[in-house]
């Protein structure tokens, strides 16, 4: 077998993999919510949400574009795969570290942390403003970084205070039993933006390895077959659960009620359509959805959120893009010397 078409095949199965532990790291941002609070029962909502991510996947290809043409420059051959197998080691590692901690951090930016740090670790360090696209990392991914976050806590926060405004004086057990069916809906939406999001990263890691393989063209559509590879992954891992990163999310940060539960996915699910669909950005579905539930419990009582666990989930974020990246640059160097 051509040495280029295995190792393209090779990338594959490991962004694939990637895609899997993506799914089951990330199930608890769509469902943790709505089990916590009881709208949903885990199998159904697990069921729920990888099914909704699935169909997710199939909505757009703007993330997609994003990740596979505009973090990095890797050149075409096996040097070129080599860099983007390590990168997919990196964020895997990264993945599977912060699940068994159960922490909810971003297997978004693990995959763009992995991306830069393979990068630069095949690049001369005279060439490190040529091999990532530093002017696509900076506005597609550390703008909305920042951004998703702060926009997800003040319009959840929001959607919390009209809440209770709207319903100030309704009978607070009917009031809950009305939002737990509400959040069926919040929750379908939650998944399906996560499906929109992460599924698309995946689709670009292998449409960036089919481009540097020599079987794509930088210009070429999306082949469907990558859709549906990306978009199964991700289903199959998030109904494999992240049971961990649930509990941290669903009762840890706060413990949530069927009008929080609500505004927190409504909240959320606003932000992630926004992002991909407006401007193609990956942002993180772990960071919109977290900061979304403190927004929300802000509003009760500053001391309803347990800053404490907030705080290291935060921690885990900035460390997220630089500990990828390390990995990635050790998994290149590795690679490089069996393969190359």
Do not use: C
Not at 255 to 268: C, H, K
Not at 288 to 297: E, K, L, N, Q, R
Request: hydrophobic letters at 55%; zero cysteines; aromatic letters at 8%.
């Amino acid at each position: 077998m051509d040495l280029s078409l295995a190792l393209v095949i090779g990338v594959v199965v490991v962004a694939l993999i990637f895609d899997y532990t993506n799914g089951f790291h990330d199930a608890a941002n769509a469902i943790a919510t709505s089990v916590s609070t009881r709208a949903l029962t885990p199998r159904a909502a697990l069921f729920m949400a990888a099914a909704m991510n699935f169909i997710g996947a199939h909505l757009g290809t703007q993330v997609a574009s994003t990740v596979g043409k505009g973090i990095i420059d890797a050149p075409n051959g096996s040097h070129g795969l080599v860099i983007v197998a390590a990168a997919l080691i990196g964020a895997i590692t990264w993945n599977l570290i912060t699940w068994y901690f159960g922490l909810p951090s971003s297997s978004s930016h693990a995959l763009i942390g992995g991306l830069v740090g393979s990068a630069l670790a095949s690049a001369k360090i005279a060439d490190w403003g040529k091999a990532v696209h530093w002017d696509g990392v900076l506005e597609k991914v550390v703008i909305p970084m920042i951004l998703s976050p702060l926009v997800g806590f003040t319009l959840a926060a929001a959607i919390m205070i009209a809440i209770y405004w709207i319903f100030r004086n309704s009978q607070p057990g009917k009031t809950n039993r009305g939002f737990r069916y509400s959040q069926t809906v919040s929750a379908a939406a939650m998944a399906l933006g996560h499906g929109l999001q992460d599924a698309q990263k995946t689709m670009g890691v292998i449409f960036l390895s089919l481009t540097v393989g020599g079987f794509a063209s930088p210009d070429d559509p999306i082949p469907q077959w990558v859709i549906l590879a990306a978009a199964g992954a991700i289903s199959l891992g998030t109904y494999a659960g992240g049971w961990r990163i649930m509990r941290t999310l669903g009762r840890r940060i706060i413990a949530l009620d069927p009008p929080q539960g609500f505004a927190a996915e409504s909240a959320a699910a606003t932000v992630l359509y926004a992002a991909a669909i407006g401007f193609g950005a990956p942002i993180s579905t772990t960071h919109t959805i977290t900061s979304a539930i403190m927004g929300v419990g802000a509003t009760k009582r500053l001391s309803a959120v347990r800053w404490g666990v907030a705080g290291n989930i935060i921690t885990a974020w900035i460390l997220t893009i630089p500990a990828a990246a390390a990995v990635a640059a050790v998994s290149y160097f590795l690679l490089h010397a069996i393969v190359e």
